[in-house]
């Protein structure tokens, strides 16, 4: 090819890509300034006794990490530096270390078992806690890997949430399945398998309507998503996502808990982690769930969906390294 002698027209002021970790820490940095200020103020010049060990307690319950985290890091600090002069250095370190220690089990990458033709992802979850976003994200990655993907719009309510849909269907190349506004979603879903089938899709990524997780009625279509899906493939859907919203704070705890039981979640994508300060719940959903994470959203990009990692994420909450 002839090389160019006019520059190339002025492309809008990028600003050079940072690095994931950069990133990750940046999306963090909320979380983790509240923590670091908190933990410095206790430990500023004093000996680990009780009184510091019980303040480091409730903040590490008021950052959301939950009561079991909170005991481990307390419990290893007073292990071996117990009377002793202690830096707020030392102590994060000791939570990054501990953090890590719940997160690692739960960090696994998103095995799709592809002998299923088409492997089934159905994605759950509240409402506006990132499911469409989070489809077309990975809709992206997916197919930049080879894979062929069908999307379904079983959010069937709203005409927004369809188009919306087809948007990243078109971004990300994926044919999208929809039917008429208002129409049974589960049927929808049931055709989708079937179109999937027929065109030899690799992966169909099911979305649905949000629903709040003590609507007993809504949850209970989900149940008949799930139901119907299973006549076409027994072991259908294989995946089922649920994103969780990082800045939703306590209640994420009893929204996986219901969605796992209803819908059997099977792995969850933690989004909204850039510029929340309450990225905490992830670990307190770690230690309580222990179901995978598979993804963390870091913004509403088509590249800010991350495989989670479990010593990355412990550093950046605990201001570390
Ligand atoms: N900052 C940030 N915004 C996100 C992220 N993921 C999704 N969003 C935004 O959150 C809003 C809701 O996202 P959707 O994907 O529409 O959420 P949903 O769960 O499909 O919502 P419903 O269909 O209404 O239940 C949108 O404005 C997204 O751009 C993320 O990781 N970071
Ligand atoms: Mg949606």
Redesign the pocket.
């Known amino acids: 090819m002839e090389k160019k002698a006019e520059p190339e027209p002025a492309a809008p002021a990028a600003e050079p890509r940072k690095s994931w970790f950069q990133r990750l820490r940046d999306g963090l940095s909320r979380s983790s300034r509240e923590l670091t200020g908190s933990i410095a103020g206790i430990f500023t010049k004093r000996k680990l006794d009780e009184e510091t060990l019980e303040e480091l307690e409730d903040v590490l319950i008021r950052a959301d990490l939950g009561m079991e985290t909170a005991l481990r890091v307390t419990d290893t600090l007073a292990s071996s530096r117990y009377g002793k002069d202690v830096s707020d250095a030392e102590v994060r370190a000791i939570m990054a270390q501990e953090v890590e220690k719940v997160l690692g089990p739960v960090a696994r990458p998103l095995e799709l078992d592809l002998s299923h033709k088409p492997h089934v992802i159905l994605v759950v979850?509240v409402?506006?806690?990132?499911?469409?976003?989070?489809i077309g994200k990975l809709a992206a990655k997916l197919s930049q890997g080879g894979l062929s993907v069908m999307l379904a719009a079983g959010?069937t309510f709203r005409a927004a949430?369809i188009e919306?849909l087809k948007i990243w269907g078109e971004r990300t190349g994926s044919p999208v399945v929809s039917s008429k506004l208002g129409a049974d979603a589960a049927g929808l879903a049931w055709d989708a398998f079937e179109k999937a089938r027929e065109a030899g899709s690799d992966v169909l990524i099911i979305d649905t309507?949000?629903r709040l997780q003590n609507k007993a009625e809504l949850m209970a279509e989900l149940e008949k998503i799930v139901r119907v899906l299973g006549k076409h493939d027994p072991e259908a859907p294989h995946t089922v996502l649920q994103?969780v919203d990082a800045t939703t704070g306590q209640n994420a705890l009893n929204q996986v808990e219901i969605f796992r039981n209803v819908a059997g979640v099977n792995g969850l994508v933690m989004?909204?982690?850039?510029?929340t300060a309450r990225g905490g719940i992830l670990v307190a959903i770690a230690a309580k769930h222990k179901l995978p994470v598979y993804f963390i959203?870091?913004?509403?990009q088509v590249d800010?969906l991350e495989p989670f990692s479990a010593g990355d994420f412990a550093k950046a909450i605990a201001g570390v390294g």
């Open positions: 979850g409402n506006g806690t990132g499911k469409t976003t989070t959010d949430a919306q309507a949000g994103t989004t909204k982690l850039d510029g959203g870091v913004g509403e800010d």
